[in-house]
């Protein structure tokens, strides 16, 4: 049976075949407790009982953690970061990727357009003119407003 975590500490601990809620040491074979299903009772025996191995535990640990971090730092990225990032081939494709008519967003939108024509009496060519395109194309850069046209 695989450790119930990904903790470090069960490489000394595996979990007590007969009751879930205790592991047994590795080291000294004595079964100890889980309450919580946390493993801070298992590392206060560690380092209680095994402390040179504790010591090497914490100094593993602590070069993993250092490592995530460093990992981790290399992966934050900022905004302008993100906006001179390059896309991939697969972003360009689904940026570029019109809506279809079936789209739920599509949907959405062509019912707002109608309910925003109905109730200020516009002309349904409103939607023609180069103001709304140019709205649109901001607010929805994906759908395609061009030969649209809305049945209510």
């Known amino acids: 049976m695989p450790p119930p ?3 470090n500490v069960w490489n000394y601990f595996e979990p007590n075949k007969e009751d879930q809620d205790k592991a047994d040491c590795k080291i000294c074979n004595k079964s100890y407790s889980r309450k919580g299903r946390t493993t801070s009772s298992l ?3 560690f380092k209680s009982m095994h402390s040179e191995e504790f010591s090497s ?3 593993i640990s602590k070069e993993q953690k250092l490592q995530k971090m ?7 990225t900022t905004a302008l970061q993100v906006a001179k990032k390059q896309l991939s081939l697969e972003e360009v494709i689904l940026k570029e990727k019109k809506w279809d008519i079936n789209n739920l967003n599509s949907k ?3 019912k707002l357009i109608g309910e925003m024509i109905a109730l200020q009496n ?6 023609e003119g180069l103001g709304f395109r140019r709205l649109m194309q ?3 850069p994906r759908y395609n407003f ?7």
Do not use: C, M, W
Request: proline fraction near 3%; charge should be positive; charged fraction near 30%.
């Open 108 to 110: 959405k939108i062509d």
């Open 138 to 140: 901001e607010v929805a």
């Open 70 to 76: 460093k990992s981790d730092t290399d992966k934050v």
């Open 146 to 152: 061009r030969g649209r046209y809305f049945f209510y």
């Open 122 to 127: 516009l002309p349904f060519n409103f939607v």
């Open 57 to 59: 535990f914490e100094n």
């Open 5 to 7: 975590t990904q903790s």
């Open 43 to 45: 590392k206060n025996h």
